[in-house]
């Protein structure tokens, strides 16, 4: 390898990296400003309906989990998380829900139907909400 083609991988090396910075500086603000505040707002409304709810936020994900009767049995764990696409991070959801039988089931989709093309700016707190409720309507058999 040539000295200038050598310069040139130490550049491109550096350029990933900050673009791999830039993408994941992304996802923690999408967490902070989006995915946490719209979760808050369901475990409180989960709560003045008579569920225990958490939101836990870790680097990579924030989590809420729904219990019922007096927090004993689990109804659903819900979150949202990252998921790397070829252009960047994307965030993706995630469910484990409990059915009436009992019986556990797990998902994890993406906020827009396999195909269409989105960012990580085009997922809204209500898209969020609305992507948790799709999921809490299996913990009653919908």
């Known amino acids: 390898m040539d000295w200038k083609q050598e310069l040139e991988d130490i550049f491109l090396s550096d350029s990933l990296a900050s673009r791999a910075e830039r993408e994941n500086t992304r996802f923690v603000k999408f967490l902070r400003e989006v995915a946490t505040p719209a979760l808050n707002a369901v475990a409180e409304e989960m709560r003045r309906l008579g569920r225990v709810a958490n939101v836990r936020e870790a ?39 409990v059915r009436m039988n009992s019986r556990t089931t797990t998902h ?35």
């Open 108 to 142: 994890d989709e993406p906020f827009r139907p396999e195909g269409v093309r989105y960012t990580i700016d085009d997922i809204t707190q209500d898209d969020v909400i609305q992507s948790f409720l799709s999921f809490y309507r299996m913990t009653k058999g919908q």
């Open 59 to 97: 680097p990579a994900s924030t989590i809420l989990t729904v219990y019922r009767e007096n927090g004993k049995i689990e109804e659903i764990c819900y979150s949202v998380a990252r998921q790397y696409v070829n252009d960047g991070i994307l965030p993706r959801a995630n469910a484990r829900v």
